[in-house]
């Protein structure tokens, strides 16, 4: 199961005045080299992080290595498999990886960020996170960059579960959780609202387009790919003729998605 947090009550968006049900579409973020740059080597320190936690469960390095990989290929993420595996503690293991890394000495407000996500319209969309990460530093990295006013809610991934039953992106569970967060008197048997959704995991986003979202992958200029690993031993395949629109910088969302963005006249 993923988590869910109701950010609504520190909106600093107008929400427009709704008669009857919300039918405004969604935008789906991903948080984690998505709303800050690769290149700021955030991915990179993380994996430090989990090696080193892989050694300190008394493995060898290759064999840390080995298994870092492995988890990440077969769960999505290394932590599911420690804990299938190891019978470690997820919220330790969020401590002393995610939430040690020194964030607010390499982040910092990021005002062009924060005019894009002003400039979607309220009352054609509203603006949520979706991350694997686990709320902790998903809300953390949201305060850093200056953008969590913005933000309606966010589905993470739930480390604190007792039961360690907690998914993630690309399952089709995961994407549907978080579907039925944001819409959650919606109407069986009839259409959804358009969800949007930008990553820099074209894992999660082949996975979300079989699902009908409108997604779009994040991919920097001279950056790997970060499924590149995952990718090279699960092939992407997505439903047939399903068509993966890239990105380089998140502004050309303003183009892509331009249906849900002030048209310039409109914006007060
Ligand atoms: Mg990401």
């Known amino acids: 199961m993923a988590g869910y947090v109701d950010l609504s009550a520190s909106l600093s968006t107008r929400t427009p005045k709704i008669d009857g049900p919300d039918t405004r579409a969604v935008v789906w973020l991903d948080i984690?080299?998505?709303?800050?740059?690769?290149?700021?080597?955030?991915?990179l320190l993380m994996q430090q992080k989990i090696h080193a936690y892989f050694l300190s469960l008394g493995l060898s390095e290759e064999k840390a290595s080995v298994l870092h990989k492995k988890y990440y290929s077969e769960y999505g993420l290394a932590i599911r498999g420690l804990v299938k595996h190891?019978?470690?503690?997820?919220?330790?293991?969020?401590?002393?990886c995610d939430a040690s890394l020194p964030l607010e000495e390499i982040l910092s407000y990021n005002p062009e960020l924060r005019k894009l996500l002003q400039d979607i319209d309220p009352s054609k969309a509203r603006i949520l996170g979706l991350t694997n990460a686990y709320k902790t530093h998903g809300l953390r990295v949201l305060n850093i960059i200056g953008v969590s006013d913005l933000i309606e809610a966010l589905v993470y991934c739930d480390y604190g579960r007792p039961d360690n039953d907690?998914?993630?992106?690309?399952?089709?569970?995961?994407?549907n959780e978080a579907t039925a967060f944001a819409f959650p008197s919606?109407?069986?048997?009839?259409?959804?609202?358009?969800?949007?959704f930008v990553d820099d995991s074209l894992l999660n986003i082949t996975a979300s387009l079989d699902l009908g979202f409108k997604s779009v992958h994040f991919k920097e200029k001279g950056e790997w790919d970060t499924d590149h690993g995952r990718v090279n031993n699960l092939p992407v395949k997505g439903k047939e003729g399903l068509v993966v629109t890239t990105v380089d910088d998140l502004e050309a969302l303003r183009e892509v998605w331009s249906e849900i963005f002030f048209d310039g006249s409109e914006r007060k």
Do not use: M, W
């Not at 984690?32 to 991915?43: A, G, M, R, V």
């Not at 190891?86 to 002393?96: G, K, Q, S, T």
């Open 32 to 43: 984690d080299n998505t709303l800050y740059p690769k290149s700021s080597k955030i991915h």
């Open 86 to 96: 190891h019978e470690i503690d997820a919220l330790d293991y969020d401590r002393v």
């Open 166 to 175: 907690f998914g993630c992106k690309p399952e089709a569970g995961f994407f």
């Open 186 to 196: 919606h109407p069986p048997d009839t259409p959804l609202p358009t969800q949007y």
